[in-house]
């Protein structure tokens, strides 16, 4: 298996080469086709596909620049696997995990191409985040038989260098979203699963430190200025992240729906509720009554799959029917729709490559 400590290095070799022998724009040669800028200063799509494969599509930071299939493009041989779940990043790479196909494909952020794969001690993989030289991932396993491990659910731990994994935490737990804060690791337990905990692992121990309880089954967390935001489907719970103390509790009625798609963006919380979206300032005590906007869904579920909040601009993905081109749409933070845009199949995330 290659390692990415010594691609890096013939990276930075190459870079200096080239840096050096081309500093200035006049010593080249315009009758050579010199390589294009690729994918830096934009936003990656996740298609999670179905079972013939996902897909990702770039889109440059003024929308202009739209690209499908952009891993396929760079890598002919190869494929991404069935149902692409998300994207993490790290240094010059990006990290995207086929939960459906047990693995996590390794690609230049900068260029897609593709670097190396962990395809081994995986099992249902979610999410992933990178601190201390490791690399964590939830995994929720296989119901039926114990696959790659004697249990469910678990948190595998990657040496980042040799891509191996080194250590399994058992959690017991059906688990979602990872966050990395502080050395810390927070491991939500998934909705579907009941779960109202999130499970805190010291990334120096490599173990679970501590856990927090919240009084509704969560759906997405996130973590602010010392301050964990738990949302369920009629609450927002505001919660000390170091004693686990409750701050503050809103309740969301609607009769929409349940809410979903917790994200904090420039001291505004935001969350969805079916087809709408909702916002208020991150020291409310109330929930808005009026969404700032509602779209029109074409999803077999008739609701939005991906919700994604950066730099003034709210991001919605429509998953469609799982079997053709959906799309997603870009408003402002006022509700101003900026740009409509076809993507692959069953988009459901947005990954911001700066």
């Known amino acids: 298996m290659k390692r990415i400590s010594k691609l890096l290095t013939?990276?930075?070799?190459?870079?200096?080469?080239?840096?050096?022998?081309?500093?200035?724009?006049?010593?080249?040669?315009?009758?050579?086709?010199?390589?294009?800028?690729?994918?830096?200063?934009?936003?990656?799509?996740?298609?999670?596909?179905?079972?013939?494969?996902?897909?990702?599509?770039?889109?440059?930071?003024?929308?202009?620049?739209?690209?499908?299939?952009?891993?396929?493009?760079?890598?002919?041989?190869?494929?991404?696997?069935?149902?692409?779940?998300?994207?993490?990043f790290n240094d010059d790479y990006a990290y995207i995990v086929s939960n459906g196909s047990n693995m996590i494909t390794i690609v230049d952020r900068y260029t897609f191409e593709y670097v190396d794969r962990i395809d081994s001690g995986l099992l249902s993989p979610r999410y992933g985040v990178i601190e201390n030289g490791k690399i964590y991932i939830s995994n929720q396993g296989n119901y039926e038989a114990p696959g790659v491990t004697e249990f469910d659910d678990f948190i595998a731990i990657i040496d980042l260098e040799t891509?191996?994994?080194?250590?399994?935490?058992?959690?017991?737990?059906?688990?979602?979203?990872i966050h990395e804060q502080d050395g810390m690791i927070y491991v939500q337990k998934a909705a579907?699963?009941?779960?109202?905990?999130?499970?805190?692992?010291?990334?120096?121990?490599?173990?679970?430190?501590?856990?927090?309880?919240?009084?509704?089954?969560?759906?997405?967390?996130?973590?602010?200025?010392?301050?964990?935001?738990?949302?369920?489907?009629?609450?927002?719970?505001?919660?000390?992240?170091?004693?686990?103390?409750?701050?503050?509790?809103?309740?969301?009625?609607?009769?929409?729906?349940?809410?979903?798609?917790?994200?904090?963006?420039d001291d505004l919380i935001y969350y969805t509720i079916g087809?709408?979206?909702?916002?208020?300032?991150?020291?409310?005590?109330?929930a808005p009554e009026e969404a700032i906007f509602s779209y029109t869904?074409?999803?077999?579920?008739?609701?939005?799959?991906?919700?994604?909040?950066?730099?003034?601009?709210?991001?919605?993905?429509?998953?469609?029917?799982?079997s053709s081109n959906s799309f997603i749409e870009i408003y402002t933070n006022n509700g101003e729709l900026i740009e409509n845009i076809e993507v692959g199949v069953g988009p459901n995330g947005f990954y911001f490559n700066d």
Do not use: H, W
């Not at 840096?19 to 800028?37: K, T, Y």
């Not at 950066?310 to 998953?319: C, F, L, N």
């Open 192 to 265: 579907f699963g009941g779960g109202n905990e999130i499970q805190v692992i010291d990334s120096n121990l490599d173990e679970i430190i501590k856990t927090i309880v919240t009084e509704e089954t969560l759906n997405s967390f996130e973590i602010e200025n010392g301050v964990l935001y738990a949302l369920s489907s009629n609450k927002l719970e505001k919660i000390d992240l170091t004693t686990g103390d409750l701050l503050v509790e809103i309740d969301i009625n609607s009769e929409a729906g349940s809410a979903s798609n917790l994200k904090i963006e």
């Open 163 to 177: 891509l191996e994994v080194e250590k399994t935490i058992e959690t017991n737990t059906v688990l979602e979203y």
């Open 275 to 286: 087809n709408s979206v909702f916002m208020m300032d991150e020291n409310a005590e109330m």
């Open 10 to 88: 013939m990276a930075v070799i190459s870079g200096f080469f080239l840096n050096s022998c081309s500093s200035d724009d006049d010593n080249i040669d315009p009758q050579i086709e010199q390589p294009e800028s690729t994918y830096a200063d934009g936003l990656f799509v996740l298609n999670e596909g179905n079972s013939g494969g996902g897909s990702v599509t770039f889109i440059d930071n003024d929308l202009q620049n739209v690209e499908n299939e952009i891993y396929q493009e760079m890598n002919a041989d190869d494929d991404l696997g069935q149902y692409l779940q998300s994207i993490f």
């Open 297 to 322: 869904s074409n999803s077999d579920y008739g609701v939005m799959y991906g919700f994604e909040v950066e730099d003034d601009r709210i991001y919605i993905a429509d998953g469609g029917d799982f």
